[in-house]
């Protein structure tokens, strides 16, 4: 179901997997012993540092809508909650599911992801025929960049997907799923994709050589990203950052990024220290603010609907609180995830896949990935479910 939805309507993603996750074998274990999930140990494991950061960021979600330009978006707070309960039980459900039900499950993900890879790999490949002949858009163009989005699910499985095929069915058929992945990542037409592919790739293969080191460097500089972007976006000078990507070449997509992220800057120096509130980002971008570059007559506006960056994209709307809270995420996730790889079979293994995961997503962020869009934060979860999908052993 994901690689069709992937291909055909990505934003499908969301509902999809929150109905098939109540369909994992370990539900029947959980619904009859919720306690360990829910109880909390003293002190608290890095997973549940994470969850609890998490809660309080779309707490204080709904708290800033007391000062959004947008209130009516406080439904943020209660959607994305509800998404991230369920993910959160479903991730549990499979990992107290037995080695039989575990197998099956491990089968389905490289059968899903591998015919996820093919049927991208083709799309891009042919120039979009699926979505030409199938698609509810009459644009061709609209139809294309529509399968990119898919794709950005593909590239954060890629390496769980990697890991699962190479021990169901061998390296050479692992190698060849790398390929369809390449393949797809080439043609369809996103740039943030092939960097985060880039980016994941590289991290992917520092831990599989130096596992503990790569693992810490990738959540540092997850967390240092999340930090300096914006002192980065507020120093720099809007006209100079402007005009140094037109002199450079660059797309008039990445020049407008260039263009959000100062803007960004100076909007989050002037809300600190709470933030604009919930969806604040978008009022901005209503507002309709162009930009004349004069030096090739074209004008942008100075903010699209969301900055392309999620770490200013946090401080623009929800300020030094939601950053701390961003920042407890990271450090649970951090903490898990070395749990995670001093307990596994082969550390280098499993280093190599939550690197490659995180450095991925670490890409994305930097380059276009919004706060508010449930299908993006389900694809983040459906990738950490396919982290523990990869590492379980049977």
Request: charged residues 10%.
């Amino acid at each position: 179901m994901l690689a069709l939805l992937a291909l055909m309507a990505h934003r499908g993603i969301a509902p999809a997997m929150l109905f098939a996750l109540l369909a994992l074998p370990g539900w029947a274990r959980l619904r009859g012993d919720m306690s360990g999930f829910l109880r909390f140990s003293t002190p608290l494991k890095p997973a549940q540092i994470a969850c609890l950061a998490v809660s309080m960021f779309y707490l204080w979600t709904g708290v800033s809508a007391l000062w959004s330009p947008m209130p009516e978006k406080v439904d943020w707070s209660w959607r994305m909650g509800i998404a991230h309960v369920v993910l959160a039980l479903g991730v549990y459900g499979f990992a107290v599911a037995g080695p039989h039900d575990a197998v099956r499950i491990k089968k389905a993900f490289a059968f899903g992801v591998v015919l996820m890879a093919a049927l991208l790999a083709i799309e891009g490949a042919s120039g979009g025929f699926f979505r030409a002949t199938f698609g509810a858009n009459d644009d061709p163009y609209v139809n294309f960049i529509a399968v990119g989005r898919g794709a950005v699910l593909l590239t954060l499985l890629v390496w769980p997907g990697y890991l699962v095929v190479e021990d169901l069915y061998g390296r050479v058929a692992a190698r060849l799923f790398l390929t369809l992945v390449a393949v797809a990542v080439a043609f369809l037409p996103i740039d943030a994709n092939v960097f985060a592919f880039g980016v994941g790739a590289a991290f992917f293969v520092a831990a599989s050589i130096w596992p503990q080191r790569a693992l810490d460097i990738v959540f540092f500089v997850l967390a240092a990203a999340l930090l300096l972007n914006p002192v980065v976006a507020a120093v720099v000078p809007f006209e100079a950052a402007v005009y140094a990507g037109v002199d450079m070449g660059l797309p008039m997509s990445w020049v407008q990024r260039i263009m959000a992220w100062s803007t960004a800057g100076s909007e989050i120096a002037a809300t600190f220290p709470l933030g604009g509130g919930v969806e604040y980002a978008r009022f901005i971008a209503r507002q309709d603010v162009y930009y004349d570059i004069t030096s090739i007559d074209v004008s942008l506006r100075v903010m699209p609907m969301h900055p392309h960056n999620t770490f200013l994209h946090i401080w623009m709307d929800l300020g030094l609180v939601g950053a701390v809270c961003a920042l407890g995420v990271i450090f649970g996730a951090w903490r898990a995830a070395r749990n995670s790889v001093e307990n596994a079979a082969s550390h280098a293994k499993a280093a190599a896949v939550i690197a490659g995961v995180v450095g991925a997503f670490l890409a994305y962020a930097l380059t276009e990935w919004s706060l508010w869009q449930v299908w993006r934060i389900t694809a983040l979860w459906i990738a950490f479910l396919a982290i523990f999908i990869s590492l379980k052993r049977v």
